[in-house]
C-alpha cells in the first residue's frame, strides 16, 4: 500500500507562483513499475479533474486550462512529484490532489485507474 501525502499549498497573489510536492511512502517499490502521476483538482460542488499527469519515462500531459503555466515533474527516486505553477490566476484556488496509477503505459487526467490518492492541499489565489 502507498501513501501519498501532498505539501506546498499556500495564498497567493495572482500572477505568483507556488510548487506542490505529493511524497509517496509505504510500499513504494511499487513506483519503481512503470506507473503514472497526476494532479487534480476540485471545486466543491464539481468533479475531480485532472490537471497535469507523468509517466514513468518522463511523458506529461496538461489541461488546455494549465497549458504553459504548469509544469509537473518527478525525482530521480520516483518517489516525490512536483507540480510547479506559475502565473497563477484567482481561477485556480481549489484543493489538489495527487494520484499514482501503477501499470500505467501513456500519462492520463481522468480519474479513473489511479489507485492511490493523497488528501490534499489547498491553494488560493486572490
Known amino acids: 500500500h502507498v501513501q501519498l501525502v501532498e505539501s506546498g499549498g499556500d495564498s497567493v497573489q495572482a500572477g505568483g507562483s507556488l510548487t506542490l510536492a505529493c511524497a509517496a511512502d509505504?510500499?513504494?517499490?511499487?513506483?519503481?513499475?512503470?506507473?503514472?502521476v497526476g494532479w487534480f483538482r476540485q471545486v466543491p460542488g464539481k468533479e475531480r479533474e485532472g490537471v497535469a499527469a507523468?509517466?514513468?519515462?518522463?511523458?506529461?500531459t496538461y489541461a488546455a486550462s494549465v497549458m504553459g503555466r504548469f509544469t509537473i515533474s518527478e525525482d530521480t527516486a520516483k518517489t516525490t512529484s512536483y507540480l510547479k505553477m506559475d502565473s497563477l490566476k484567482p481561477e485556480d484556488t481549489t484543493k489538489y490532489y495527487c494520484?499514482?496509477?501503477?501499470?500505467?503505459?501513456?500519462?492520463?487526467?481522468?480519474?479513473?485507474?489511479?489507485?492511490?490518492w493523497g488528501q490534499g492541499t489547498q491553494v488560493t489565489v486572490s
Open positions: 509505504g510500499a513504494v517499490d511499487t513506483l519503481y513499475t512503470r506507473h503514472c
Open positions: 507523468i509517466d514513468n519515462d518522463g511523458a506529461t
Open positions: 494520484a499514482v496509477e501503477t501499470f500505467c503505459f501513456a500519462p492520463r487526467l481522468e480519474t479513473v485507474g489511479y489507485t492511490y
